[in-house]
């Protein structure tokens, strides 16, 4: 009976952390062998790293692990390029959507499919925050080489934006013109943080090949029942969680957060009201941390009955139009009015969006 106790209650705050219900297996990463010396690039171009190299649907890494690429092109003469991180279980291809659209804006995406995840090497197995951030660096600096003068932007979503703020402080001056987070999973820095760390280093030791089951529907993590379903029956999405994965996780929260600090790129942060899967704490901490003397920190985007998948809601090409206009024009108000309902509404970063009459009016347009 204890036992069951226990373990009920370490289910219930590891399944919190597991976000969108998406977690992998855990172990070691693979062997990274040391990077050559950056070859010095034309003023336009960011170093690149030897042995490195972008294929047409392929990305060769810097320790010569081959990952699946996704690629859209755009229509006409390209003027961004846009590096998508996918989430947990997620993989590449999940920017489909998107980026179809940001196609038609003139924005070239670059989506992998991360270590460990989609059709990668190693399928379940967890690389760490490490590896990942640093595929998503050398996947942007060999984007912005085959792009000379075009605006790199690192995106990320869920998982994949504490892996795009961990690349983002690492990135060398000049290789990223922003970032754009769309319910970023960083943890917060408090007590209920260590405990949550704790809990899952306790499991994973306990009980590492024990699995969770997907978040229930009342929890789901979008409003579009196709998109849910798509979820639901995609054989390249990691359906459940084993618990020796997510102190892994838990840390990768933890390295995002302790690492926002350093970063200093236009930043545009993505949030639903109703996205239960982003602990808010953790959120308000980010801000905190990326708003300096040097920096006025992201400019922040509200969106009324947003869950946590954004890109994939109901409104979601609506939510993507936005992130297309900030790209090619940052000090734009966005097209949705979701920014001024973040600055009109700033509540909402911590409750749901009840009594904010803004949302129910300029939202909706």
């Given at each position: 009976?204890?036992?069951?106790?226990?373990?009920?209650?370490?289910?219930?705050?590891?399944?919190?952390?597991?976000?969108?219900?998406?977690?992998?297996?855990?172990?070691?990463?693979?062997?990274?062998?040391?990077?050559?010396?950056?070859?010095?690039?034309?003023?336009?171009?960011?170093?690149?790293?030897?042995?490195?190299?972008?294929?047409?649907?392929?990305?060769?890494?810097?320790?010569?692990?081959?990952?699946?690429?996704?690629?859209?092109?755009?229509?006409?003469?390209?003027?961004?390029?846009?590096?998508?991180?996918?989430?947990?279980?997620?993989?590449?291809?999940?920017?489909?959507?998107?980026?179809?659209?940001?196609?038609?804006?003139?924005?070239?995406?670059?989506?992998?499919?991360?270590?460990?995840?989609?059709?990668?090497?190693?399928?379940?197995?967890?690389?760490?925050?490490?590896?990942?951030?640093?595929?998503?660096?050398?996947?942007?600096r060999l984007?912005?080489?085959?792009?000379?003068?075009?605006?790199v932007f690192?995106?990320?979503?869920?998982?994949?934006?504490?892996?795009?703020?961990?690349?983002?402080?690492?990135?060398?001056?000049?290789?990223?013109?922003?970032?754009?987070?769309?319910?970023?999973?960083?943890?917060?820095?408090?007590?209920?943080?260590?405990?949550?760390?704790?809990?899952?280093?306790?499991?994973?030791?306990?009980?590492?090949?024990?699995?969770?089951?997907?978040?229930?529907?009342?929890?789901?993590?979008?409003?579009?029942?196709?998109?849910?379903?798509?979820?639901?029956?995609?054989?390249?999405?990691?359906?459940?969680?084993?618990?020796?994965?997510?102190?892994?996780?838990?840390?990768?929260?933890?390295?995002?957060?302790?690492?926002?600090?350093?970063?200093?790129?236009?930043?545009?942060?993505?949030?639903?009201?109703?996205?239960?899967?982003?602990?808010?704490?953790?959120?308000?901490?980010?801000?905190?941390?990326?708003?300096?003397?040097?920096?006025?920190?992201?400019?922040?985007?509200?969106?009324?009955?947003?869950?946590?998948?954004?890109?994939?809601?109901?409104?979601?090409?609506?939510?993507?139009?936005?992130?297309?206009?900030?790209?090619?024009?940052?000090?734009?108000?966005?097209?949705?009015?979701?920014?001024?309902?973040?600055?009109?509404?700033p509540q909402?970063?911590?409750?749901?969006?009840?009594?904010?009459?803004?949302?129910?009016?300029?939202?909706?347009?």
């Amino acid at each position: 009976m204890v036992i069951g106790r226990v373990f009920k209650t370490g289910f219930a705050v590891l399944l919190l952390a597991a976000l969108a219900a998406c977690v992998p297996t855990r172990s070691p990463p693979a062997s990274s062998a040391a990077s050559a010396p950056a070859v010095p690039a034309a003023p336009a171009a960011a170093p690149y790293i030897l042995g490195a190299a972008l294929g047409a649907d392929t990305l060769t890494a810097d320790d010569g692990v081959s990952l699946p690429l996704h690629s859209w092109t755009a229509d006409g003469p390209v003027r961004a390029v846009v590096v998508a991180v996918h989430g947990m279980n997620d993989y590449g291809n999940v920017f489909d959507r998107p980026a179809r659209l940001w196609e038609k804006a003139g924005i070239t995406t670059y989506a992998l499919d991360q270590r460990g995840f989609g059709q990668a090497v190693r399928r379940g197995r967890w690389y760490g925050g490490d590896r990942m951030a640093g595929d998503a660096l050398v996947l942007a600096r060999l984007a912005r080489a085959r792009h000379p003068g075009i605006p790199v932007f690192l995106l990320g979503e869920s998982m994949g934006g504490a892996v795009a703020v961990l690349a983002a402080a690492r990135a060398e001056p000049g290789l990223l013109s922003g970032l754009v987070l769309s319910a970023p999973a960083i943890w917060g820095v408090g007590a209920r943080a260590a405990v949550v760390r704790a809990a899952s280093v306790v499991m994973g030791a306990l009980a590492p090949g024990w699995t969770a089951p997907p978040l229930s529907t009342k929890n789901a993590s979008t409003d579009d029942p196709v998109a849910l379903k798509r979820i639901r029956e995609d054989k390249l999405i990691i359906h459940q969680t084993r618990f020796d994965t997510l102190a892994g996780i838990v840390d990768l929260m933890r390295d995002a957060q302790a690492s926002a600090a350093k970063v200093t790129l236009p930043t545009l942060l993505l949030l639903g009201d109703l996205d239960g899967h982003v602990p808010r704490d953790g959120i308000a901490a980010l801000l905190r941390r990326m708003t300096t003397k040097s920096s006025p920190g992201p400019k922040l985007a509200f969106y009324e009955g947003g869950r946590h998948l954004l890109m994939r809601s109901l409104n979601g090409d609506r939510v993507s139009a936005d992130i297309a206009s900030w790209v090619l024009a940052p000090d734009a108000p966005l097209p949705s009015g979701a920014d001024a309902r973040a600055r009109a509404c700033p509540q909402l970063l911590l409750t749901p969006a009840k009594g904010c009459a803004f949302g129910r009016t300029a939202a909706k347009r």
